[in-house]
């Protein structure tokens, strides 16, 4: 008998150490609540973990607290270029876009291109005509654009221009007598990918990753979220893995496929598999951020390297459990 489960995250990074309004960091972990128990009522309701990593993750693009969909963040050029994967375990099917700027649910697109297409990977304008056709809503870039984000990529510019990740800290700005930031994880250090995987109640896994990217980035880049393998990642035999933080060390260690590896020729478990690929194996090359994995039995992990992630799981006839720090 198995009990379906569902994790989420909304990005991992650095603490904002300047003082945090209570009522803020509340809004983070009411959205990551509600959003959790919308995926538990997915599968409650016999529902795949398809349907459920699409509808959380949906829930994340959708809400402007987290950089994927609204919210999103800035390339260099104050435009936005989004990232997404979804993963089916009981197939290996995937989908993936990268770089598309009007397509308002990037995880839609990538679940019609895993299901109407037989390719698995579409880029820019081919992947929004795709969209387009497919009958997803397409809305104006601006769609994307929040002020808090603009400001964040003005004050990278201006005080660190070559800097894709940024180098400084919420007490820093405080310090310059900056406005606090107004998120519980320091925004300018925060990885703001958004992911869910889940496991339902035939077995099945998925997982299922959505990005605008990091702030400031170069046009055209494309980080380890929509990367099967790399961020993205689900196999029944092992387990489903969703990941956050800087996209070119988690491509360079192909990370959410290690786990997945270690489980299957190694015995490792998901657990364990999974510290090792984010407190062992990343931190060699300076890789930060984490993820969140389920295996074939509702084991849930969900490691990060950083202060905090993000995050939640939610068992069916359980309540949510939600966290941002340690
Ligand atoms: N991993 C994402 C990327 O590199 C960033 C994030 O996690 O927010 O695009």
Sequence with gaps: MITPVIAIHGGAGAMARAAMSPEKEQEYLDAL???VAAGQQVLADGGSALDAVTEAVRLLEDCPLFNAGHGAVFTSAATHELDAAIMDGATLRSGAIANVSNVRNPVL???????????????????????????LEIVDPSYFSTEARRE???????????????????????????????????????????????????????????????????????????????????????CAVSTTGTGEMFI??????????????????????????????????????????????GNVALPFNTEGMYRGFGRVGQQPEVAIYR
């Design 33 to 35: 609540r509600r959003i």
């Design 109 to 135: 697109a990538a679940r019609k291109v895993m299901e109407n297409s037989k390719h698995v990977f579409f880029v820019g304008a081919g992947a929004e005509n795709y969209a387009a056709e497919q009958g």
């Design 152 to 238: 964040q990529l003005l004050r990278v510019q201006r005080e660190n221009p070559d800097a894709a990740v940024l180098d400084h800290d919420g007490q820093a700005l405080v310090a310059r007598g900056q406005p606090a930031p107004a998120d519980p994880l320091d925004s300018d250090k925060k990885f703001g990918t958004v992911g869910a995987v889940a496991l339902d109640a035939q077995g099945n896994l998925a997982a299922a990753t959505s990005t605008g990217g990091i702030t400031n980035k170069q046009v055209g880049r494309v980080g380890d979220a929509p990367l099967i393998g790399a961020g993205t990642y689900a196999n029944n035999r092992t």
């Design 252 to 297: 360079r260690m192909v990370s959410a496929y290690d786990i997945s590896a270690l489980m299957e020729y190694t015995g490792a478990s998901l657990e364990q598999a999974a510290d090792r690929v984010v407190m062992e194996k990343l931190p060699t090359i300076e890789g930060k951020g984490g993820l969140v994995a389920v295996d074939a039995q």
